[in-house]
């Protein structure tokens, strides 16, 4: 796994546990229960971050069923990834050197904007 | 049954009726290409399916549904129906396993067959196919169509095979970050893609060939992977340039992806 | 619950080349594999073998009395490989072949010398599945031992994912 101990832990900060998931040589992050913004339903709900580039996005965010948050979003994002469907919406993230954490919460921004 | 029923494809060798019948395929989707491919596995004599599909008939598949008539898009009567009553009329004792859904919503009985044929229409859908068959060491044959072009149409397909151990879809230039990323963008804006029935039996018989000689040996060819390529203009199939100086072995697949994920907790 | 056995082509032909081929004295050879899980319908589980590790001549003993007796550092080395196998829940399989064609079954010797090792393997690799391998000329029967079980459960079938495929059917004779 290629990502820095103290960037793991700070992602345990956001879910109850982080496990790594390793599929066609991309190192993902299992997010178990995380948090998610004011306004979800769930207000709890497995992810998985993918803080690499793949299928055209520079990082993304995928979680286990669609959320229903404030704004509506295009879930252009149903993959099948480590034997489990997940379940991403539209959302681009570009960022300059970014933590794993960082990176989260730009995703998780997706649900407090409107755009 | 008649002695004679095989007896037209004993070249197939003298075990062939037996080892057709003893192994199990598995169809993910059975629209245009993977109506055809049902239909010739049932003639030749395979007796063991996993099918999935959870659409019905429609108006607009009828130039191209083998098997469905008016009556059934009239009922809207789900290809999966019509799948089983084309192998159950062929081959009566065969065991099928049908689920009216995607293959991802019950993945764990396609993994006990050794052949996967993947009539799928995103490139997506056959990375997740690709990626399940080398975990779960099925045979992956790919097939697909496409027509580019309005003023002048060029009809195109592909027959891939990806064979655990072997080369990958993305060894052989199919699978692209860039073909993803495209159709990533693409998603939801997409029409109703062009789809007619000859190139679809074009692509589908010779996946039908493919498994056949995986099955039987027939050829002696003991093909570890195979790219062909469909140019439905002038009515070729050849192997993809892209084999050309081929590197082996797959540089995106190791035993490292074999059986269940593990996730480790960090 | 349906128990089935995959292999690749490659694998299953390295096995066999490996395990005809005469030692200087032993009348049989024997190797290791090592195999993962794949979750099937029904709590049915299939076993994948990955990897095939070769006995180099010099750790079988000398031992008339049976086919083959390997020395301790091949065992080391299969107690090691369930060590390294953890993270991945990669299990090891004991292997030989009997040379005739057909469905083949343990022998008195086999069923007396084999299945005393699994619980060292089951010791280091707790969630891994282990267990031996038979081969025939033109078969294979595989028992396993599942994570936590004592008792094997014999495959229902080895499927050889080759070019041409192999399917071998537990209770076919041929």
């Known amino acids: ?115 | 049954m008649s002695a004679d029923r095989y007896s037209r494809q004993s070249f197939l060798g003298p075990d062939a009726e037996e080892l057709i019948a003893r192994y199990t395929v598995a169809v993910p989707g059975l629209g245009g290409g993977g109506s055809h491919i049902v239909q010739q596995f049932a003639h030749i004599g395979f007796q063991n399916y996993v099918l999935y599909d959870g659409d019905a008939v429609e108006e607009s598949n009828l130039n191209r549904l083998i098997g469905a008539k008016q009556a059934d898009a009239m009922a809207e009567t789900p290809k999966l129906h019509l799948a089983k009553m084309m192998i159950y009329d062929l081959q009566p004792h065969a065991k099928i396993r049908g689920f009216a859904c995607n293959w991802q919503e019950h993945p764990e009985p396609m993994r006990e067959c050794q052949i996967v044929i993947g009539c799928v229409d995103s490139y997506k859908g056959r990375e997740e196919l690709e990626i399940a068959c080398r975990r779960y060491l099925m045979h992956y044959i790919d097939i697909g169509m496409d027509v580019h072009g309005t003023d002048r149409p060029v009809i195109g397909g592909q027959i891939i095979q990806s064979s655990p151990g072997g080369l990958c879809m993305r060894c052989m230039g199919f699978l692209t970050d860039e073909k993803l990323a495209q159709e990533a963008a693409r998603y939801g804006k997409a029409g109703a893609r062009p789809q007619v029935v000859w190139p679809n039996g074009v692509l589908a018989s010779t996946a039908v060939g493919m498994a056949v000689d995986l099955v039987t040996g027939w050829t002696r060819k003991c093909r570890s992977h195979a790219y062909l390529v469909y140019d439905g203009n002038e009515g070729t199939v050849s192997e993809s340039i892209t084999l050309r100086n081929l590197k082996t072995p797959c540089r995106h697949f190791s035993t490292a992806d074999v059986g269940d994920p593990i996730l480790v907790e960090l | ?174």
Request: aromatic share 8%; proline share 5%; with cysteine.
């Open chain 3, 1 to 174: 619950m349906k128990l089935l056995i995959k292999l690749t082509g490659a694998l299953h032909a390295e096995m066999l080349h490996d395990l005809t081929r005469k030692h200087p004295f032993a009348a049989e050879r024997v190797g290791f594999v090592t195999a993962r899980i794949g979750t099937l319908a029904d709590e049915g589980r299939l076993i994948l073998l990955t990897g095939y590790h070769s006995i180099p001549d010099s750790e079988y003993v000398n031992d008339p009395s049976v086919g083959a007796r390997i020395g301790s550092d091949a065992i080391t080395w299969a107690m090691q490989a369930a060590y390294h196998g953890r993270p991945r829940r990669e299990g090891i399989f004991h292997v030989h072949i009997h040379g005739h064609r057909g469905e083949t079954g343990m022998s008195g010797v086999d069923s007396r010398e084999i299945p005393p090792m699994i619980p060292g393997f089951q010791g280091v690799g707790r969630y891994a599945a282990h267990g031996i391998i038979i081969l025939s000329l033109n078969h294979g029967s595989t028992w396993v031992w599942l994570p936590g079980q004592q008792e094997p459960v014999q495959a229902d079938s080895m499927a050889v994912i080759g070019a041409p495929v192999q399917v071998f059917n537990h209770g076919r004779k041929k």
């Open chain 1, 1 to 115: 796994m290629a990502y820095s101990e103290v960037q793991i832990e700070e992602l345990k900060g956001y879910c109850k546990k982080v496990g790594a998931l390793t599929e066609l040589g991309i190192d993902l992050l299992y997010l178990e229960a995380l948090r998610l913004p004011a306004g979800c339903t769930p207000e709890v709900c497995d992810a998985l971050l993918c803080p690499v580039a793949k299928d055209g996005y520079s990082s993304r965010l995928y979680f286990s069923q669609q959320i229903n948050g404030r704004f509506a979003r295009n879930w252009n994002g149903t993959v099948r990834i480590g034997e489990k469907n997940w379940y991403a919406f539209s959302w681009k993230v570009e960022l300059s050197a970014p933590t794993l954490a960082q990176i989260l919460l730009a995703h998780l921004n997706g649900f407090a904007k409107e755009k």
